[in-house]
């Protein structure tokens, strides 16, 4: 079976390593750590294909411990087993070094029956995942690691790595090659920051490249035919889902329409409408509020006409709901409010209720004043009345506030003219 690519051109040394400079680069951390020989339990976090696999076989390769290889999504206890009991031999005297690819895979059970050796310093575990670790691995194998985290790869540092990928095909084919002006940065930018899909990417093109028996030609043309739509990275389940989601909610709150509209975008595209529409009206109640309460209206609207139209039609009115809640007037008044209350609820406070307000008409023995005493405001001028509606023991309490914009303002000074 041939080796991919991305297999034959995978780094052997830091210095060939692309992009990570915040870890890998001169005096960094990470690259500290390396070559200083002493290799702790690490966890490396970040998406796919920007070098975490790469990094923690260039450490192995440095090490005289003894290597073994599992992936999350086919190990056992068995597996973890056989390689613990190595420990005690004479290939383990050295201390062994366990990878662990897509350690969120693990199950609790699997993760813990790691943590005696780890700790002890019998195994080493450098591990790998996509997902953030402080949700999806246990904790104790947390404490006992440092996390590491791996960005995504900009197309200037993709680029090298594309280049030279061509170049390696060409030479194995032993043939020239021609690459049309703008192929290579067509598919560094066209990757998503992944290597391994970059790489793959060039594969796939040489392959289908023009072939006159003695010279390679990669078309542009035939470069965007081959180039995955994979500048988005996107997982309706993983991390990716919900940072666009909270990009999506904090541009709006911080009313930049236009990078409102990206995030909306990248999740239209995507085809995922419905976690749109469900945060564009968590957004119109949360973020936009009493400042201009008509928002959650018009947006439940709009939501409803993208379900009914489907994409890419839907793409219109959910767009118009981005624009009109990121230039809307903002205030966070009534969540401020609701959580107040909340909080006091789940502390205990006030069980009771004033007695003007119970659904009972009688009273005890018990009860020195008789009668409920209920005034019915719609009986008084501008319908209000001062009576007590807090438990005795929030009397006088203050959830809400009314916001800093002119709705509320305006409802501010009605009652206070009311009330005076």
């Not at 059970?109 to 591990?127: P, V, W």
């Not at 020195?368 to 438990?391: A, D, T």
Request: contains cysteine.
């Amino acid at each position: 079976m041939p080796t991919p690519l991305a297999e034959r051109i995978r780094p052997k040394t830091l210095n060939d390593v692309v992009g990570q400079t915040h870890l890998l680069g001169k005096d960094k951390p990470l690259r500290r750590i390396i070559e200083s020989g002493k290799i702790p339990n690490m966890i490396f976090y970040g998406p796919s294909g920007v070098g975490k696999t790469t990094v923690a076989r260039i450490i192995a390769d440095n090490t005289n411990m003894t290597m073994h290889k599992l992936n999350g999504t086919s190990a056992s206890i068995a597996d973890i087993k056989n390689i613990v009991s190595e420990t005690e031999t004479f290939g383990g005297m050295n201390g062994i070094l366990l990878y662990l690819d897509e350690i969120q895979y693990l199950n609790k059970k699997q993760q813990q029956s790691l943590l005696e050796y780890i700790e002890n310093g019998k195994i080493t575990l450098i591990s790998s995942t996509t997902e953030n670790p402080y949700f999806y691995v246990y904790n104790a194998v947390i404490s006992r690691s440092t996390v590491f985290e791996f960005k995504p790869l900009t197309a200037d540092e993709v680029l090298p790595a594309v280049k030279r990928a061509f170049q390696l095909m060409a030479q194995e084919l032993n043939m020239k090659l021609r690459l049309e002006t703008g192929a290579a940065e067509y598919i560094a930018q066209g990757c998503g920051g992944d290597v391994r899909k970059s790489l793959n990417t060039v594969e796939l093109c040489i392959l289908s490249a023009d072939n006159d028996g003695k010279c390679l030609t990669v078309s542009l043309e035939n470069v965007r035919a081959l180039t995955q739509r994979s500048n988005m990275k996107y997982d309706r389940d993983g991390d990716q889902h919900y940072d666009i989601l909270s990009a999506l909610q904090k541009s709006i709150r911080g009313s930049d329409e236009n990078a409102a509209l990206h995030y909306a975008a990248r999740l239209i595209e995507a085809g995922d409408i419905i976690s749109l529409s469900r945060r564009l009206l968590v957004i119109a109640a949360e973020d936009i509020g009493l400042a201009y309460p008509q928002a959650i209206s018009i947006v439940k609207a709009c939501v409803d006409s993208a379900m009914q139209l489907g994409l890419p039609e839907a793409r219109i009115p959910l767009a118009e709901a981005v624009v009109l809640l990121a230039t809307a007037p903002k205030s966070n008044s009534v969540i401020t409010a609701i959580d107040s209350a909340l909080t006091d609820i789940k502390s205990g406070l006030a069980l009771d209720f004033p007695r003007c307000l119970q659904n009972k008409h009688f009273d005890g023995d018990d009860v020195k004043k008789k009668g409920q005493n209920y005034l019915y405001p719609h009986s008084f001028p501008n319908h209000w009345v001062k009576q007590q509606y807090m438990p005795d023991s929030l009397t006088g309490k203050v959830y809400y506030e009314f916001g800093d914009n002119k709705n509320e303002q305006a409802a501010k000074k009605y009652w206070e003219k009311i009330k005076e």
